[in-house]
């Protein structure tokens, strides 16, 4: 579909994607998936690890748009390891956790991920062509009272169409089928949302890449200015743009202290 028919949903009910309105999996599948992936220690096994008395664990929620067709997200052991499979096709949704970490505490984030496949047409700096087979993103609070004129009305219609605010800086790792890594896709309607590619190219579809990222420094690199509080974290997936199909994993999303120096 062109970009201007995604752009609104995309960026005016960004809040909608990540901070607001979701449709949950099952309970038992949620609590599942949660025990998964909230610290999951080294070399789990096919059981979930019991959790720990006293934990309390936000659940990963399935998040829809209205009017764009739904991913298909579960719980599955791929390659030996526990696993959010997603099938998506011509369609976008994501699978987030919230959370409210203070900008003192952030440090690493650890991920995994696993395409069967690139999207052909995708380019995340073409209109119209803004797909992606596997995205982390990450959501930051932050003060609403630095928007541009632009980023304060869309926040406004925001928080109109769906109840929440657009977020105040979204972080995305993505893949990119050219541009090298490292590079910074500003998106062209908001200067708070962009993107970090982190995997460039076909080398290593269809096996798992394990990633280790510095938070605070990869966020002060891409928005120029220190985090603040870390809100949500989200994988998602998406083909609607280009009417695409898409088969990825994703491994448990862990977030770590700093290591000392």
Not at 216 to 224: I, K, L, S
Request: glycine share 8%.
């Amino acid at each position: 579909r062109p970009m201007t028919a995604k752009c609104p949903l995309l960026l005016a009910g960004f809040a909608l994607v990540l901070l607001g309105g979701c449709a949950q999996l099952p309970s038992n599948e949620s609590d599942r998936v949660a025990r998964l992936w909230v610290q999951p220690g080294p070399g789990a096994q096919e059981a979930p690890p019991a959790q720990a008395p006293g934990t309390r664990l936000s659940p990963w929620q399935h998040q829809t748009f209205p009017g764009k067709r739904r991913n298909q997200y579960a719980y599955v052991w791929r390659d030996g390891r526990p696993a959010m499979g997603v099938s998506s096709e011509s369609g976008i949704s994501a699978m987030r956790q919230t959370m409210n970490q203070a900008p003192s505490s952030l440090g690493l984030i650890r991920f995994s991920w696993k395409v069967d496949r690139l999207i052909a047409d995708a380019d995340l700096q073409q209109a119209g062509k803004e797909d992606s087979p596997v995205r982390l993103v990450l959501v930051f609070d932050g003060d609403r009272s630095r928007f541009s004129a632009r980023d304060a009305m869309l926040s406004e219609l925001a928080r109109a169409v769906t109840g929440e605010e657009l977020p105040y800086a979204t972080l995305m790792y993505v893949w990119s089928n050219q541009l090298p890594e490292g590079t910074v896709v500003n998106n062209r309607r908001t200067e708070r949302i962009r993107k970090l590619v982190i995997q460039s190219g076909a080398d290593g579809v269809n096996r798992w890449l394990d990633y280790e990222r510095d938070i605070r420094a990869d966020y002060e690199r891409v928005f120029g200015e220190p985090p603040g509080a870390l809100r949500a974290v989200a994988v998602m997936t998406d083909t609607d743009n280009t009417g695409s199909a898409v088969q990825a994993w994703y491994g448990p999303v862990q977030l770590r202290p700093q290591a000392a120096p």
